[in-house]
């Protein structure tokens, strides 16, 4: 099992930047890839960003190219999205993710896929003021 707990979430204006990050423990050397969700109310959960655990590759959703970062600190078993030029549909709950070696390597490109993942964070809510 792995444990994953978000946090730097809050309130921020429109343009500013916030910088979530999650904290894994547990079996962490069964990881292979981390990513971030979100959702907000009303609205089906979607992918922002994936980071492969061993090698850091990066896959940014559409929505959030040019303005999010992922980056992981393999060492901290930490991962982060570094959020800037922030807008009010960036409002949601931000979910930290991860997948198991046990579930194999992505096929396609479902690591957008939130049924990809085997573990999830409880979330952390980000609010964005105009």
């Known amino acids: 099992q792995v444990q994953l707990i978000e946090s730097g979430g809050g309130l921020e204006q429109t343009g500013g930047s916030l910088r979530l990050s999650c904290a894994a423990s547990?079996?962490?050397?069964?990881?292979?890839?981390m990513g971030w969700f979100r959702q907000a109310p009303g609205k089906e959960r979607e992918f922002l960003a994936m980071i492969t655990w061993i090698r850091g590759t990066a896959y940014l959703g559409d929505s959030v190219k040019g303005r999010f970062t992922i980056s992981r600190d393999y060492d901290k078993n930490s991962l982060y999205l570094q959020m800037n030029s922030l807008k009010p549909e960036d409002t949601a709950v931000y979910y930290c993710?991860?997948?198991?070696?046990?579930?194999?390597?992505?096929?396609?490109?479902?690591?957008?896929?939130?049924?990809?993942?085997?573990?999830w964070g409880q979330g952390t809510q980000v609010t964005v003021s105009s």
């Open positions: 547990g079996r962490t050397s069964s990881m292979i890839a």
């Open positions: 993710v991860a997948r198991s070696s046990s579930s194999g390597s992505f096929s396609g490109n479902n690591w957008s896929v939130a049924s990809s993942y085997d573990y």
